[in-house]
T-cell receptor, first 113, second 112 residues
Framework: DQQVKQNSPSLSVQEGRISILNCDYT??????FLWYKKYPAEGPTFLIS?????DKNEDGRFTVFLNKSAKHLSLHIVPSQPGDSAVYFC????????????FGKGTKLTVNP | DSGVTQTPKHLITATGQRVTLRCSPR?????VYWYQQSLDQGLQFLIQ???????AKGNILERFSAQQFPDLHSELNLSSLELGDSALYFC???????????FGPGTRLTVT
């Protein structure tokens, strides 16, 4: 039973355009959501997070949107750069229960020059 | 550099053997988490320690065990290794549950 789903295994965009990565979750107890970026042979790197009390969080070129009623979040990268090419993982946790992160399977983003 | 260190970086061993993976969390972080990433799989949570005490367990096999020491470093012990245990093992740390987890570079375990 996959509680966090990233339905697009890959995404390709042109440099300078917007990249939109999507994530759906099923567990209504999740109250904290994170995005991680991962390069080959490296550990995941924290990008941005959002608490369930918010619907948007912005950090530079990265914005995360949360739609609790739809159990959906998205990561927007504007403008996309070739260095953004990596695998992006969505993760969620129920901080009132277990503190573990539940990860999606990732979306491989390729930004073409 | 996340500040989380893991050793060794690579480990090749035979079936039936036992190995120990080591993790040093970021300075000040009290929570340590272990995750496994197998081929074509996302990151699967194994176990969490907080200030020396086991806090949560995930899909961790009985052949696997972990501990967190007084200096807050952690070790993951894998025994009676099988081919299917070949994976990347990541350690992460956080100050508390309210803060994001920072990941180490991982240990790639190959069981032959």
């Amino acid at each position: 039973d996959q509680q966090v789903k990233q339905n697009s295994p890959s995404l390709s965009v042109q440099e300078g355009r917007i990249s939109i990565l999507n994530c759906d979750y099923t567990n209504s107890m999740f109250d904290y959501f994170l995005w991680y970026k991962k390069y080959p042979a490296e550990g995941p790197t924290f990008l941005i997070s959002i608490s369930s009390i918010k619907d948007k969080n912005e950090d530079g070129r990265f914005t995360v949107f949360l739609n609790k009623s739809a159990k959906h979040l998205s990561l927007h990268i504007v403008p996309s750069q070739p260095g953004d090419s990596a695998v992006y993982f969505c993760a969620a946790s129920d901080r009132g229960g277990s503190e573990k992160l539940v990860f999606g399977k990732g979306t491989k983003l390729t930004v073409n020059p | 550099d996340s500040g989380v260190t893991q050793t060794p970086k690579h480990l090749i061993t035979a079936t039936g053997q036992r190995v120990t993976l080591r993790c040093s969390p970021r300075s000040g972080d009290l929570s340590v988490y272990w995750y496994q990433q197998s081929l074509d799989q996302g990151l699967q949570f194994l176990i969490q320690y907080y200030n020396g005490e086991e806090r949560a367990k995930g899909n961790i096999l009985e052949r696997f065990s972990a501990q967190q020491f007084p200096d807050l470093h952690s070790e993951l012990n894998l025994s009676s290794l099988e081919l299917g245990d070949s994976a990347l093992y990541f350690c992460a740390s956080s100050l508390t549950a309210d803060y994001e987890q920072y990941f180490g570079p991982g240990t790639r375990l190959t069981v032959t």
